[in-house]
């Protein structure tokens, strides 16, 4: 039972791939856009664009239910009437860039190219030291900035951009944002440990950046965390430290003096780190498997290849080490001390956004002896990524009417990322196990929000709002639309 509200999605790095595959899937579905496709002989024309990878907007198959959650949670919010935006540091027009990242089939691309010509991007703040050499040339749509502009003016500035989104857009849902940029370098921020020496930190001057290492990422999610949203970091870099967590306690924002105006109206939440949108999330299944089966890992060889921008910014060193941070940490919760990881990346410009991977498992078994397993995959990469971008907005915007704990969201959401942190620190990397502990979640929402409720036969109690919008909707006593206008009221 998908929601009528309409939840913000606001992306840094907007005009990237990720972000321009989402803006022109929003539209295809939006308009139920049909096209001719490319690959498989036969295939023919596609009648109406999906969801495909979004487990919260496709309903379950078969008589197990499989994972699609579309229909089954009250309130959960419709991705084709999202409103999105975001920010990028290069003014290229959207439809102009997806057509030049050749992730989707041109006969799709045609039909969105001019309506995504005219979406608005926003101004990004840069620092140059943060990204590869190979980003600088082309930062030139940058918020400005001089030697004396202190790091909470630029905060201020991404908060005056996140109101006017809502107001523009009328937004009516949770917001989220959603770090789909470059990877950074790791920022130098170990001696920040609490939200109040973030915040002191943060009213520096830039020219001051010595002694202040503070990344562009930690300017978007205190933006967030002050206007009442989400922040997602869909990238390698270390934006979720223990200052930036505290900043994203309710309690804590409500201390905060009058005068900085923040919003605490909603539950907000802090979720990272990478997106696990491929050879990671196979690697965790896999090697989750072959623990199953009580065989050691041993040696796991993996390596990948592809010729994005994202991969192009990896070739310098600084960011590369962030990235293979979080690619050589997946296993670690499981303490496989004699396992020998492998990671090797390439960037190769031939082959576009098109990840290829190859990784080789070597595991002992019976006696001693060998167990060896070879996977390949290749698929566009925001192919991949682009749903877990999706999902992951429609679920903040999902347990903050909740009220869900942010520690309890962040373990749900666990499977969405390489190395989950704040509050799912330390979770079982295996990727079903984290898929059990979203239904988990979920099941202990709905039964708080129902609790208190009898079985409507006089046992007194009074059943949840939750339950009676659940029960009128079921039923067929009231629409989606009026669940949501109801809930709005509430």
């Known amino acids: ?138 930062a030139k749509h940058i918020v400005p900035t001089t030697d004396s502009t202190t790091y909470m003016e630029l905060v201020e500035h991404l908060r005056n951009d996140i109101r006017y989104f809502k107001a523009e857009k009328n937004v009516t849902g949770h917001t989220t944002i959603i770090w789909s940029a470059s990877v950074e370098r790791p920022a130098d921020v170990g001696h920040l440990q609490t939200a109040e020496q973030l915040l002191e930190a943060l009213h520096a001057q830039l020219k001051d950046k010595k002694k202040h290492d503070i990344s562009p990422s930690m300017l978007y999610a205190t933006a967030a965390a002050l206007e009442g949203c989400s922040f997602v970091n869909g990238g390698s870099q270390n934006t979720l430290g223990p200052a930036m967590a505290e900043l994203y306690k309710k309690c804590y924002r409500q201390s905060l003096p009058v005068d900085l105006k923040v919003d605490t109206t909603n539950s907000t939440y802090l979720l990272g780190t990478d997106f696990k949108a491929g050879q990671t999330k196979f690697k965790t299944a896999a090697v989750e498997y072959l623990r199953a089966l009580g065989l050691t890992p041993q040696v796991i060889a993996s390596s990948n290849h592809l010729g994005n921008n994202d991969m192009l910014n990896l070739t310098n060193e600084t960011t590369l080490n962030a990235k293979m941070r979080v690619k050589h940490s997946i296993f ?110 979920l099941s202990e929402t709905t039964e708080n929000s129902s609790s208190g409720s009898g079985s409507g036969g006089g046992s007194g109690k009074k059943r949840s709002l939750q339950e009676v919008l659940h029960t009128g909707l079921t039923s067929g006593i009231i629409t989606e639309e009026q669940v949501a206008k109801l809930r709005a009221l509430a």
């Open 1 to 138: 039972m998908t929601d009528s509200k309409k939840i913000g999605i606001l992306i840094v790095g907007l005009g990237g791939n990720n972000g321009v595959t989402l803006v022109a899937g929003a539209i295809a579905n939006a308009r139920k856009l049909s096209w001719e496709t490319g690959g498989v002989p036969g295939k023919g024309r596609v009648s109406a664009p999906n969801w495909g990878g979004c487990i919260t907007q496709i309903e379950p198959k078969g008589q197990h239910g499989g994972v699609g959650f579309k229909g089954q949670l009250v309130g959960l919010a419709d991705a084709s009437k999202a409103a999105v935006g975001g920010w990028d540091i290069r003014s290229k027009a959207l439809g102009d860039a997806l057509y030049q990242c050749r992730v989707l089939d041109y006969d799709l691309v045609r039909q969105v190219r001019d309506e995504m010509n005219e979406f608005p991007i926003m101004k990004g703040v840069y620092e140059a030291s943060f990204l590869g050499e190979s980003q600088h040339a082309s």
């Open 332 to 441: 670690g919760p499981w303490d496989e001390e004699q396992l020998d990881h492998q990671v090797k990346v390439m960037y190769i410009p031939y082959m576009g956004d098109e990840k290829r991977d190859v990784v080789e498992y070597t595991s002992t078994a019976f006696l001693h002896q060998e167990h060896t397993m070879l996977t390949y995959t290749r698929c566009m990469d925001s192919v991949l990524c682009v749903p877990l971008m999706i999902d992951s907005a429609v679920w903040c915007d999902y347990f903050a009417s909740q009220n869900v704990d942010s520690s309890k969201v962040a373990k749900a959401t666990a499977y969405l990322f390489k190395i989950p942190e704040g509050g799912a620190q330390g979770v079982d990397p295996g990727f079903q196990h984290q898929m059990s502990t979203l239904r988990q979640v």
